[in-house]
């Protein structure tokens, strides 16, 4: 089945450095990657969409400026969370939305957890 | 716009039990109706959909679940739980036709299976 891949599984950074968190589709082309974020214990909120070649559309509250999004391929995607501070420590996850599949073809990444110290 | 409304935060049963997590959206065209689970720091991973046709859906694991449009609901039933069963399980939904892709979750279900 179709599959993305997303690294790193787990990140530890500093308070004010940038990390970078990478969506791969290993056997599809994803032309849509979703973003999402997920606090301990809650949902999943939705941060934005991203479409290849274009910029990314982000949802109302999302700091577009901090949470970088870049969708230069139809096979990668990455969110950039730039300055970080502890308050975006967060499990962020990432998924593809499958060709010819409308509203109903998403595969999901295996998350991203992210501690910012 | 769509909703996804999950009746009840933690589900609680025992091995071999019946498992009934419920599910009741809101949306203003046909709605595409999902079950995810997921497992402690992991992505989701799709139980089962409902796009059109059957409305008895059936999905991995033995779930299944029950799209009634004149009830708005779509709960997803499990026979007999297994204590691999125990996890948070999350309904959502997206737009039949939409140029909008974007799912909607509900807050999510978790489910723990005792002993």
């Known amino acids: 089945g179709a599959v993305v891949s997303q690294h790193p599984s787990r990140v530890i950074c500093k308070s004010g450095t940038s990390v970078k968190i990478e969506c791969r589709s290993l056997?599809?082309?994803?032309?849509?990657m979703f973003w999402y974020r997920q606090f301990p214990k809650q949902s999943l909120m939705l941060m934005a969409t991203?479409?290849?070649?274009?910029?990314?559309?982000?949802e109302q509250g999302v700091e577009k400026d901090k949470f970088l999004i870049n969708h230069a391929s139809l096979t990668l995607s990455t969110l950039t969370v730039t300055s970080a501070h502890p308050e975006d420590s967060s499990f962020y996850i990432c998924?593809?939305?499958?060709?010819?599949?409308?509203?109903?073809?998403?595969?999901f990444g295996s998350g991203t957890r992210l501690t910012v110290v | 716009a769509q909703s996804v409304t999950q009746l009840g935060s933690h589900v609680s049963v025992s091995e071999g039990a019946l498992v009934l997590l419920r599910c009741n959206y809101s949306s203003s065209v046909p709605p595409y109706l999902f079950w995810y689970v997921q497992y402690p720091n992991q992505g989701l991973q799709l139980l089962l959909k409902y796009t059109t046709g059957a409305t008895l859906v059936k999905g991995i694991n033995g779930f299944e679940a029950e799209f009634k449009k004149s009830e708005t609901s779509f709960h997803l039933t499990k026979p007999s739980a297994h204590m691999s069963d125990a996890a948070e399980y999350f309904c959502?939904?997206?737009?039949?036709?939409?140029?909008?892709?974007?799912?909607?979750f509900g807050k999510g279900t978790l489910l723990t299976v005792n002993p």
């Open positions: 998924s593809g939305l499958l060709p010819g599949q409308g509203n109903y073809g998403y595969t």
């Open positions: 991203s479409n290849e070649g274009s910029k990314a559309t982000y």
């Open positions: 056997d599809f082309q994803a032309t849509t």
């Open positions: 959502a939904v997206s737009a039949e036709g939409g140029s909008n892709y974007k799912l909607t």
